[in-house]
C-alpha cells in the first residue's frame, strides 16, 4: 500500500512519505564515466536548506520548459519547501563541467498516483489512525502512475530535450539509467557534483512475479558486475530516466521493494510510452495555467483562485488529481 503518514509528537508535526515502497535515488556501482554531451537532459531536482542545494529526486527535460519526473517527488511537500525547488543540468560541450540552474515554478502529478495514497496519523501512543483510505480500480496496478511534470520558469535551447518512447517503439534492450546523487545508503543528503550512469538489465516479468503485478504500465531492472555487486539507483535518482540502447527514454525512476540501496532486487520504472498522451494534455494545462496566473497577478505571482493549495504570494504551483 502507498501511504502518507502524519505522525503527531509533542509541539511537532512530522510529515514524511513511508515506506512500504522505498523511493530509488542516486547510482550505486557506476559502471563508467559519462561521455561527452550524455544525457545532458537529466536534472537535478533540488530543494535550498537555508546553507545548500540538495537533491532530492532527478528528472528529464523533454521539451525546453517541462521536466518529467516521479509523483512521489513531489506529491509530499510543504509549499514552503516547495518555493525553493529548482533544477541543475549539466551545460553541453563544457569542458569543466558548468552547469545551468533554473527554477522550478509548477507541477502537476498523476490523479491516480494521488487517489491511491493512503493518510496515516501515527498518534502519540503508536497506534495508527487512517484518515483517508487510498483506492485502486480493481483490476488495475496498484503501483503504476508515479509520474509528473514540471514547468520550469525560462525556457533551455541549450540542452537536446531526451526523446519519449511510443507505444510502438522498438525498445532495444540495452539499458542505461542516470541519476544525480547518493552512491551508498549512508549518505543522509546528497549535494550533487556528477552525473552517473549504469547499465541495468530487465527484470521486468521477474518483478511481476514477485508483486503479483501484470507490469503493464511499468519496467523492471537492475544489473550487478562480476563480484555480484548490484548496479542500479540509490537515494536522489527517483525520477530520473531509464533508456534503452537508442537513447530513447523509456522509463522514470519510481521505487525498489529493499531497505538499502545495495540489496540485490530489482528498481521499479514507470512506463514512459503509456503515460505520453497524459503528458501532452498536461504540457498544456501546466503552461495555461500558470500563464493566467501570472496574468492575473500585477506581482507575477499565482492567484489563490487558480492554483491548488496555495495562497497567491506563493511562486510554486503544485496541482494535484490530474
Excluded at 512500504?20 to 537535478?44: C, G, K, V
Excluded at 496519523?121 to 485502486?136: A, F, M
Excluded at 523509456?250 to 540485490?264: L, N, Q, R, Y
Aim: with cysteine.
Amino acid at each position: 500500500m502507498r501511504k502518507t503518514t502524519l505522525r503527531f509528537l509533542p509541539f511537532t508535526v512530522i510529515i514524511a512519505l513511508m515506506v512500504n515502497l522505498s523511493p530509488a535515488s542516486a547510482i550505486i556501482n557506476a559502471d563508467r564515466d559519462l561521455l561527452s554531451n550524455e544525457a545532458n537532459y537529466t536534472a537535478s531536482i533540488q530543494l535550498f536548506d537555508g546553507l545548500d542545494y540538495k537533491t532530492f529526486c532527478s528528472g528529464s527535460l523533454i521539451a525546453p520548459q517541462i521536466i518529467l519526473t516521479a509523483a512521489h517527488c513531489i506529491v509530499d511537500y510543504d509549499q514552503e519547501t516547495a518555493q525553493t525547488w529548482t533544477a541543475l543540468f549539466n551545460l553541453p560541450n563544457n569542458a569543466y563541467q558548468e552547469k545551468i540552474r533554473v527554477d522550478i515554478v509548477s507541477a502537476i502529478y498523476h490523479q491516480k498516483y494521488d487517489d491511491s495514497l493512503s493518510t496515516v496519523q501515527i498518534n502519540p501512543d503508536g497506534s495508527e489512525t487512517v484518515l483517508k483510505e487510498g483506492y485502486v480500480t480493481p483490476g488495475e496496478s496498484l503501483y503504476d502512475a508515479d509520474i509528473a511534470i514540471l514547468l520550469i520558469e525560462t525556457p533551455i535551447f541549450e540542452i537536446q530535450p531526451a526523446k519519449m518512447a511510443r507505444s510502438t517503439t522498438k525498445i532495444d534492450k540495452s539499458w542505461r539509467v542516470y541519476g544525480w546523487g547518493a552512491t551508498q545508503t549512508e549518505m543522509s543528503e546528497i549535494i550533487p557534483t556528477i552525473l552517473r550512469t549504469t547499465q541495468v538489465n530487465d527484470a521486468t516479468k521477474e518483478m511481476g512475479e514477485y508483486l503479483e503485478d501484470p507490469m503493464e504500465n511499468m519496467y523492471a531492472a537492475y544489473g550487478t558486475d562480476e563480484e555480484n555487486n548490484i548496479k542500479t539507483t540509490c537515494w536522489g535518482d527517483s525520477g530520473g530516466p531509464l533508456v534503452d540502447g537508442k537513447g530513447i527514454l523509456i522509463g522514470i525512476t519510481s521505487f525498489a521493494m529493499v531497505e538499502k540501496c545495495e540489496e540485490i532486487s530489482p528498481t521499479v520504472y514507470t512506463k514512459v510510452a503509456s503515460y505520453r498522451s497524459w503528458v501532452y494534455r498536461n504540457v498544456a494545462t501546466i503552461k495555461n495555467r500558470y500563464k493566467k496566473a501570472l496574468a492575473s497577478s500585477k506581482n507575477k505571482t499565482p492567484t489563490k483562485d487558480l492554483v491548488h493549495y496555495e495562497p497567491f504570494s506563493h511562486r510554486i504551483s503544485v496541482y494535484g488529481r490530474w
